[in-house]
C-alpha cells in the first residue's frame, strides 16, 4: 500500500467509525444474500471488530499479519477467513452506502488493504499448522 492508500483508509476509517450502526446493518444485508442470513449480523459486527482492531496495523504488514491470526483465531469454529471477494466486496459497498464522504480513492485503498489483509490471512491458511477448517 503506498502512504496515500494508508492516508485515504485513515481518512475514510474516521468517518466510517461515527456511522458503526449503519455500516453493520448494511454489511449484514449483504452477508444475508451470499450466506446463512440468521448469521449475517454476527459476521458484519466480527467484520468491523476485525477491521478495528487491524486498520491501524496496514503500515507494518508483518504486525499485521501477527495481529490477523490473533483476531482470526478468535472466530468462531467453521467461521470462513475473511476473504476479498465476499467480506471485502460487501464492506467497500456498505462503505459507499454509508458514507457520504466515500470516494474512488477511498474504494482503490480499501481494495488494496483487503487485497493485503487477505494474502496473510490465506498464508496462514496455508502454514503447516494453519487451520484447515478456516481456509
Known amino acids: 500500500m503506498t502512504p496515500d492508500d494508508l492516508a485515504a483508509v485513515d481518512r475514510s476509517w474516521a468517518d466510517l467509525q461515527g456511522r458503526s450502526a449503519p ?13 446463512d442470513p440468521a448469521d449475517a449480523p ?6 468491523l471488530e476485525s477491521t478495528s482492531e487491524l486498520v491501524a496495523l496496514l503500515a507494518t504488514p508483518s504486525r499485521l499479519a501477527s495481529r490477523a491470526r490473533a483476531v482470526a483465531a ?8 475473511p476473504c476479498f471477494r465476499i467480506d471485502g466486496q460487501a464492506w467497500m459497498r456498505a462503505a459507499m452506502e454509508v458514507s457520504p464522504s466515500w470516494s474512488v480513492d477511498d474504494e482503490i ?7 493485503l ?5 490465506a ?3 496455508l502454514a503447516p499448522f494453519g487451520d484447515p477448517a478456516r481456509s
Do not use: I, K, N, Q
Open 74 to 81: 478468535r472466530w468462531p469454529a467453521g467461521t470462513p477467513t
Open 109 to 115: 485503498a480499501w481494495r488494496r488493504a483487503w487485497l
Open 117 to 121: 489483509l487477505s494474502d496473510v490471512l
Open 42 to 47: 454476527a459476521r458484519a459486527r466480527r467484520l
Open 123 to 125: 498464508e496462514e491458511s
Open 23 to 35: 455500516l453493520v446493518g448494511r454489511l449484514a444485508l449483504a452477508f444475508a444474500e451470499v450466506s
